[in-house]
């Protein structure tokens, strides 16, 4: 059943302009996908709710924005060089491999139990800068977006009047070269987090964490329309980082089982610490009231935007039955995330006064709102195609609107349709 809803959510997000594979005239390229028309309007919109979730209405967040690459040297300090690893195995019949934590006793593809030994291999990116062959040096796509964050903290301290506790918040791009990816962008290779790391006084870092552990929770109670697949996930003692105390994932529970959405990271003065160590500046904090020197102490909530987007179809897909005998599919997707908070119809194409009317309505509401025009076709499958991509309204002009400026509004969820006047309608579907 998780391959076969897995499958489904596949097969829309091709069919409708949500996800295609990248490079697919090309045979695929494994771990790497690419938005379509509909999809990067829900990518975007999702970016939009997280930034005014964590930045804009907060008065001690701001953002930056960071590059993919940056001094080879950033990553000694972090640990990835040497430590970004995962173990391997190969399978002695099919010669597919796999991490370790992903199999039991069986191949997952063949069903052999013998495997190699495992090795382990390092899942940075290399890359060169330079022009010059001998000249070039070596340099990595990051791992995880964070490493700007701390890498630009104390040029924020200067360049603004946060004071801590304050938050950096960026929304970007990493890459891993994972071995097995899988699930649609459940695990990919070239993908996007969106990390706040909060800064606080040592003394603080307990009270913090539970606040933005409880924040980032009620974040997503209020994105998923079935809050009962989420729940926290406490690591073990002794599975965490050295410099960690505690650490929670935010999991959301797939057709696949319980998968990780966001972590919430007690990192200490680690990371500042070791780019001070590493580059030799003093990456210390002085509170302009106290004069207290000390390094902060840092609460990270990390989270994937593409798996997210992933969850969001899963919990929004939805099957239903109709009196006709029928199966209507619906994305019951959240209504800031939609790509489109309405559809504009002109009941028939061929009427000039409908089609001109519709255009008006159109070009109206675009001024404020993402609306889509939609005139092919009859509009019962107009109503379908509308509902596979989660537009919450459609919007009809027909004739009875020429005569007393009213039009029909229907409901995504409910597919309940009333007349509206057309002056409301901006007011109504916001």
């Not at 934590?101 to 290399?126: H, Q, S, V, W």
């Not at 695990?187 to 006084?201: K, N, P």
């Not at 697949?229 to 959301?252: C, G, M, S, T």
Request: glycine fraction near 8%; aromatic fraction near 14%; charged fraction near 30%.
């Amino acid at each position: 059943m998780a391959e076969d809803l897995l499958q489904k959510i596949t097969a829309l997000a091709k069919r409708r302009g949500i996800i295609y594979p990248n490079s697919e005239i090309y045979g695929g390229f494994g771990g790497f996908y690419d938005y379509g028309p509909v999809g990067v309007e829900m990518k975007n919109n999702l970016k939009r709710y997280w930034w005014r979730d964590v930045v804009d209405r907060r008065e001690n967040v701001v953002g930056i924005d960071g590059t993919i690459i940056s001094h080879p040297k950033v990553w000694e300090a972090s640990g990835h060089v040497k430590g970004f690893t995962d173990e391997v195995v190969e399978c002695k019949k099919c010669h597919q491999r796999f991490k370790v934590d992903e199999i039991e006793k069986k191949c997952p593809n063949c069903g052999n139990t013998e495997f190699t030994e495992a090795r382990k291999y390092n899942m940075l990116f290399k890359t060169e800068v330079g022009v010059l062959e001998g000249e070039k040096v070596t340099a990595y796509l990051r791992g995880e977006a964070c490493q700007n964050i701390y890498l630009n903290f104390k040029n924020v301290v200067d360049s603004t009047r946060m004071q801590i506790p304050f938050g950096i918040a960026q929304i970007g791009k990493a890459f891993r070269n994972e071995v097995t990816p899988n699930k649609l962008t459940l695990r990919t290779r070239e993908f996007e987090q969106w990390d706040l790391q909060y800064f606080v006084h040592p003394d603080q870092i307990e009270k913090w964490f539970e606040y933005w552990k409880e924040e980032r929770m009620n974040f997503y109670r209020g994105l998923y329309t079935k809050q009962e697949n989420l729940r926290y996930w406490e690591h073990p003692k002794e599975e965490l980082v050295f410099y960690a105390k505690k650490a929670f994932d935010i999991q959301y529970r797939t057709p696949w089982g319980w998968a990780e959405n966001e972590g919430i990271h007690w990192r200490g003065d680690y990371d500042l610490v070791q780019h001070g160590k590493y580059s030799g500046k003093d990456l210390s904090y002085t509170d302009p009231i106290t004069n207290e020197k000390y390094i902060p102490w840092i609460v990270e909530t990390s989270g994937g935007v593409d798996r997210t987007l992933l969850y969001l179809l899963i919990d929004g897909y939805e099957e239903e039955k109709l009196e006709s005998g029928d199966t209507r599919v619906v994305l019951k997707i959240h209504r800031e995330i939609a790509a489109y908070r309405a559809a504009i119809f002109p009941l028939v194409s061929n009427k000039k006064d409908i089609v001109d009317k519709a255009r008006d309505i159109f070009n109206t509401l675009s001024e404020k709102q993402k609306v889509v025009w939609d005139s092919r076709g009859n509009i019962g499958k107009r109503y379908r195609y509308q509902d596979e991509i989660g537009t919450p309204y459609c919007i009809t002009v027909d004739y009875e609107s020429l005569e007393n400026g009213t039009v029909t509004l229907r409901d995504r969820d409910t597919m309940k349709q009333e007349r509206v006047k057309i002056e409301e309608l901006e007011q109504y579907i916001s």
